[in-house]
C-alpha cells in the first residue's frame, strides 16, 4: 500500500523527493499509532483517531510546522485511500492544521551579502566557482537544489537569464545580474575547463573531481562564507535566498514581480519578507501619510 501511495505521490502528484519521503514517514507513523491502538485494518481509521494522533505528537513536542505537514500527509493519503477504495469515505476531510509560526528570516544587508562574496576573490577554480555560487544565489534568489541542477543549456547569456525547474518540475526565467555575469564569465573559460571530465556533462556548477556539484558543497561555501557576518555560525543558502528577497522589496520591487522571481507557488510564502524591514514600512509612511 504505502509503495502505491508512493507512486502516486511521484509519478500523479509530481511532488519533489523530499516531500515523498517526508510523507511516506508521517504515513508510516500514522499506521504505527493505528496499530497501537488495537486497529488492525485500514478501516478503523477515521476523523477521531486522526486528531487523537496528532495530538499524541503535540504532546511528545512535536513543532506547529511539523504537526501541519503531517496532517496535511494524512489528508492527502485519506483521499488517496478512499479513492482506491481502500477507505469507505474521506476520513481526513475534515482534519485541520495547526498554523505554523512564521519566524522572521535572518538576512545580511546588501553590504554584508556583497562582503561575504568578495572574500572569495581568487583566481584557482575552486575561487572562482565559490563566487559564482555566492553570485547566483542572492543575485537569482534560487533555491540551492536549483543552483546545482542547472545545465549550461539553461543559460541565456545574452539576456542575462537563467532557466530554472523548481519545485513541482516547474520551469520559470529568472534574471541576473552583470556582477553574475562578470563571475560566469571567469568560471567558464578559467576554472570550469580545469575541471571538466567526461562525467561532467551539461553540469554547469561541478566538483573537483568534475561531478555535478552537490547541494552539501554548496551549503558549506556559504556558510564559511558568511560565518564573520553572522555571529560566527554563517548563513545557509536559503538565507542568502532570504537576503535577496527582502533587498527586492525594500528596493521598491513588486510583491507579485518577487513571488515570481522565487518561484512560490502561494503569495503568502513571499508576504513574509514584508516584515523582515521597517524602513520600507517607515519611508513609505513617511512619503503618503499626511498626518506623518
Known amino acids: 500500500m504505502l509503495a502505491d501511495f508512493e507512486r502516486f505521490l511521484r509519478l ?15 504515513i508510516t507513523l500514522l499506521l504505527h ?56 469515505a474521506d476520513v481526513a476531510e475534515l482534519l485541520a492544521s495547526p498554523r505554523p509560526h512564521r519566524s522572521i528570516p535572518a538576512v545580511l544587508s546588501a553590504g554584508e551579502a556583497g562582503q561575504a562574496i568578495d572574500s572569495l576573490d581568487g583566481d584557482e577554480p575552486e575561487q572562482l566557482r565559490d563566487r559564482l555560487i555566492l553570485e547566483l544565489l542572492y543575485g537569482t534568489g534560487i533555491r540551492v537544489a536549483e543552483l546545482v541542477s542547472l545545465d549550461l543549456a539553461d543559460l541565456d547569456r545574452s539576456r542575462r537569464v537563467l532557466r530554472v ?10 534574471p541576473y545580474g552583470i556582477p553574475a555575469e ?24 561541478l566538483g573537483r573531481r568534475g561531478g555535478r556539484l552537490d547541494q552539501r558543497t554548496a551549503r558549506r561555501v556559504v556558510n564559511e562564507a558568511t560565518a564573520d557576518l553572522a555571529g560566527g555560525s554563517g548563513l545557509s543558502p536559503h538565507g542568502l535566498r532570504h537576503s535577496a528577497a527582502t533587498h527586492l522589496l525594500d528596493g521598491g520591487a513588486d510583491l507579485r514581480a518577487v513571488q515570481e522571481l522565487l518561484g512560490h507557488a502561494s503569495l503568502a510564502t513571499t508576504q513574509i519578507y514584508t516584515h523582515v524591514s521597517m524602513d520600507r514600512l517607515r519611508a513609505s509612511f513617511s512619503q503618503a501619510h499626511p498626518r506623518a
Not at 519521503?21 to 508521517?26: I, K, P, W
Not at 525547474?165 to 529568472?174: E, L, Y
Request: net charge positive.
Open 33 to 88: 499509532h493505528l496499530r497501537c491502538t488495537g486497529e488492525t485494518d485500514l478501516a478503523g481509521l477515521d476523523l477521531r483517531m486522526l486528531r487523537g494522533w496528532l495530538a499524541s505528537l503535540h504532546q511528545a513536542g512535536a513543532s506547529r510546522t511539523t504537526l501541519a505537514r503531517r496532517a496535511a500527509a494524512a489528508r492527502t493519503f485519506s483521499t488517496w485511500a478512499f479513492q482506491n477504495r481502500l477507505l469507505p
Open 182 to 205: 562578470h563571475a560566469l564569465h571567469r568560471w567558464l573559460t578559467a576554472g570550469r575547463p580545469a575541471w571538466v571530465t567526461p562525467a561532467s556533462g551539461q553540469a554547469l556548477l
Open 165 to 174: 525547474i523548481g519545485k513541482g518540475d516547474k520551469q520559470r526565467t529568472v
Open 12 to 26: 500523479e502528484r509530481n511532488r519533489s523527493p523530499h516531500t515523498v519521503q517526508a510523507y511516506l514517514g508521517d
